[in-house]
C-alpha cells in the first residue's frame, strides 16, 4: 500500500503543497523499500530526510502562522514540536539499536497517521485561513 497525493490534500500554498508532495514520495519510496525487504537500509535514509524536513517544513509555516497572524497557531507549533521530537527519538534509537524491524514498524505506523491526520486537520485549517481571510495564496 502507498500513499497517495490527492487534490483533497491540497492547501492550495504551492509551496507548502510542493513541500507535501515530497515527503509523501520520500514515504513511498520507503515503503517500497520495506516490501522488497530492504526498510532497514532505507531507514537511515529516511530519518536523515525527515531531520532536514521538519526543521525546513515547519520554519516555513510557523513563519507564515506568525506574520498572518494564524488564530491557531499555538495548537498548530505544538504538533510540530511533537513530531520534531518524535523524529528525534527515531534518530537516537536508530543510532543506538539499529535499523531494527520493530523501529522500521513503529515509523511506517506513526508516518502514515501523521501525515493525514495533520494536512487534512491542521495545514487544511491553516490553509483555509490564508485563502479565505488574506487571499494570499
Not at 509551496?15 to 525487504?37: M, P, T, V, W
Not at 506574520?67 to 498548530?76: G, I, K, V
Not at 518524535?86 to 515509523?107: Q, W
Amino acid at each position: 500500500m502507498t500513499l497517495q497525493w490527492s487534490d483533497e490534500l491540497s492547501i492550495n500554498i504551492g509551496q507548502i503543497d510542493e513541500q507535501h508532495k515530497e515527503i509523501f514520495k520520500r514515504y513511498n519510496l520507503f515503503l517500497s523499500a520495506c516490501k522488497s525487504g530492504a526498510g532497514r537500509g532505507a531507514l537511515l535514509e529516511l530519518i536523515s530526510f525527515l531531520s532536514g524536513y521538519v526543521a525546513d517544513h515547519f520554519d516555513h509555516e510557523e513563519k507564515l502562522m506568525n506574520e498572518y497572524n494564524y488564530p491557531d497557531r499555538s495548537t498548530h507549533k505544538k504538533e510540530h514540536s511533537e513530531l520534531a521530537g518524535l523524529v528525534h527519538t527515531f534518530k537516537v534509537k536508530l543510532e543506538t539499536e539499529g535499523p531494527t524491524l520493530s523501529l522500521v514498524a513503529e515509523i511506517n505506523r506513526f508516518l502514515l497517521d501523521w501525515l493525514v491526520d495533520h494536512i487534512r486537520k491542521r495545514d487544511m485549517e491553516l490553509g483555509a485561513y490564508l485563502n479565505q481571510k488574506w487571499g494570499l495564496f
